[in-house]
């Protein structure tokens, strides 16, 4: 039984989670900062992301596994279904359940969120959720999944980011400002360089199985000054937001991630083996849970 669990955590895959929960925390300490938090909305928010987030490692880990990328020369962490220490009929299984999962705990987070607005208003949210899992799956499932024709970086943005940070913001406040964009394209940027980190490293691997990333279709040296390119995005929009509705010193308490992103971007920048960027990966997703903390916490002090 306990090495069932262990397993079942690998496929899990726990270490990309401070990554889903960035987007939910920055906008709650946005909602909090304007008196308007609802702490039912950041409960289920969190877990709805948790949820979106391991059904998206499943769903990757089955759909490389049965289109033959998962073998023996990817460099990445032990995927569960091409070492067989899961069946792919139980994959799928789990894949079920987390669907499910997300579907239920997006419905309590539009409930308690949206009590109140209009049919429409909720028809619209629940469309965002159900797109939310397709996407999830979508990544590596099916026979023309988006991630092997390289539109995995605007997916990731646009969930992670825009509509992470700026649907979380609005079941909280039941508003909506456009400047609200800016500090969640930051988190959606950063959320993409984690994507093109796992595909930096991945490369070789992804080009002779047919996996057409952005990385195999830019190459390596475009791939790694586009993510140069999205770090300092991702740190200017947080910079020129806190610019806009500066009121204490304190909002720059994100500043303390920019040797974080430095050292990301310049390990990048000198990789020449491609498995070191394995731990690059992991600190750019905690790096990317910091500055959203530190951004939230500079807005409330």
Known sequence: MKDTIGIWFKAFRLRTLPLALSATILASFLAFARDAFRWQVFLFGLT????????????????????????????????????????????????????????????LLIYFGLRGSSSGLILLFYLLGLLAVFAAIKYTIGKRPYGYAGFGDIMVFIFFGI???AGTYYLHTHTFQ???LMPASAIGLFSVGVLNLNNLRDRENDRNSGKRTLVVRMGFNWARW???TLLVTGFILSLAYTIMYFKSAYQFL?????PLLFSDG??????TV?????????????TTLIH??????????
């Open 178 to 180: 456009w400047s609200i």
């Open 292 to 301: 959203s903390l530190s951004f939230g916490i500079g807005l409330v002090l």
């Open 266 to 271: 310049k390990k990048v920048l000198l990789n």
């Open 254 to 258: 994100f500043v303390l991630t920019l």
């Open 163 to 165: 509509l992470g940070v």
């Open 48 to 107: 709805t992301t948790i949820c979106l987030q391991i059904l998206s490692n499943l769903a990757n880990d089955y759909g490389d596994a049965v289109k033959g990328t998962d073998n023996a020369q990817r460099l990445g962490p032990l995927r569960v279904t091409q070492t067989g220490l899961v069946t792919r009929r139980q994959i799928i299984g789990m894949i079920m359940t987390f669907v499910l999962l997300s579907l239920v705990s997006g419905s």
């Open 226 to 228: 586009y993510h140069i």
């Open 274 to 286: 491609p498995l070191e960027l394995n731990n690059e990966l992991k600190k750019l997703a905690i």
